[in-house]
């Protein structure tokens, strides 16, 4: 059933196309656009606060990244969720290095409050720091492990009705749907261990999120599940984090479904197992 509900998404996206904003920051602008691009969304990296309420009335939906945070950015940023709730459209929250300061663990609960229709894309340590728990976050980068987060998950999504996506070696998902029909979490381990030595995977895996999003699929997994085979792929062709960050893009572009349901490698979590406790 899942794996289905990834290759509908995927097609649906390629055939729809959907034009997704992004506040992103400066590190990835072009990573995050070009992995959009590649996978078959239509990206725009708009900041202006002056045109955001016209970009909000017909984007797909709204990706915040608050990865060079300043003053500035946290008021553009807090009206271009206002803007995304009045038409109704999902918000992705990348709350990059919540928990390395003050600010950015309560500019990233701020917005995770103020967001109507959430989903939340972050690495473990990120991810248990806005649910208010001690991480071991190093600046950006996590300290934690992806299954020691799953609680703090469970609680964002309960705090805020949130979708929240996992990064890590192994990625989880956590859907309230996928909870209450089947008493479960989604457990993703596709991916390579080299994607941490190039900047902004995680951001593009938040934009993809947001691309699936804008044509129905606010779980998280179709994004993660690309993504992560994507780069799979991608690692099994290049020489080196560089050539991965092009490689990378080659992937999205290629990927088709068959390919896809072979390579997926996609298990449930029964949320009673000790793994969640």
């Known amino acids: ?12 996206l390629r055939e729809q196309k959907p034009l997704v904003v992004n506040i992103t920051n400066y590190v990835v602008m072009n990573n995050t656009a070009n992995a959009l691009l590649a996978v078959g969304a239509s990206p725009i990296m708009a900041h202006s ?13 709204l990706v915040i990244n608050i990865g060079t945070l300043d003053s500035v950015w946290i008021e553009r940023m807090t009206f271009a969720i206002e803007q995304a709730n009045l038409h109704q459209k999902t918000v992705v929250l990348d709350p990059v290095g919540c928990g390395a300061s003050a600010l950015r663990t309560a500019t990233s609960r701020r917005f995770a409050e103020l967001a109507e229709r959430l989903i939340i894309r972050g690495n473990a340590s990120e991810i248990i720091a806005l649910a208010g728990e001690f991480s071991q976050g190093k600046g950006v980068d996590s300290q934690d492990s992806s299954n020691g987060a799953i609680k703090a998950a469970m609680m964002l999504m309960k705090t805020y009705g949130a979708s929240v996506v996992i990064s890590g070696e192994t990625d989880y998902i956590i859907h309230q749907a996928f909870i209450e029909k089947e008493k479960n979490i989604l457990a993703l381990d596709n991916g390579h261990s080299m994607m941490p030595k190039v900047t902004g995977m995680g951001c593009s895996l938040s934009a993809l999120v ?16 690309v993504f992560g085979v994507a780069g799979e792929i991608a690692a099994e062709q290049a020489n080196g984090p560089g050539s991965l960050q092009l490689a990378i893009l080659d992937a999205l572009y290629h990927l088709d479904e068959a390919t896809l349901a072979e390579r997926l490698a996609l298990t449930a979590i029964d949320t009673s197992d000790k793994i969640i406790g």
């Open 210 to 225: 947001g691309a699936f999003a804008a044509i129905g699929e606010t779980s998280g997994l179709a994004a993660a599940a």
């Open 1 to 12: 059933m899942h794996t289905q509900l990834i290759l509908n998404a995927l097609r649906s």
């Open 49 to 61: 606060r002056q045109e955001m309420a016209d970009m909000m009335s017909f984007a797909g939906a």
